[in-house]
């Protein structure tokens, strides 16, 4: 099963270095950094999986 989560992507330049910051409303804790934009987005997902794991976890731990 596939969850869809919306990301907002900032392009961040510091000390003359680019880097993309994903975050998402969609899922609370989830913060991925990446040097491209693909990279954040490959970040994110895997960010994304551990914490829709932890949820279900937390979830059933609450109710079962």
């Known amino acids: 099963m596939r969850t869809l989560i919306r990301l907002k992507i900032e392009k961040i330049i510091e000390d003359e270095q680019e880097y993309f910051v994903a975050t998402s409303d969609d ?17 994110a997902e895997d960010v994304a999986k551990v ?10 731990n609450f109710y079962g």
């Open 27 to 43: 899922l609370q804790g989830l913060v991925a950094e990446g040097k491209t934009v693909q990279e954040a987005l490959e970040i």
């Open 51 to 60: 914490l829709l794991e932890l949820e279900k976890e937390n979830n059933h």
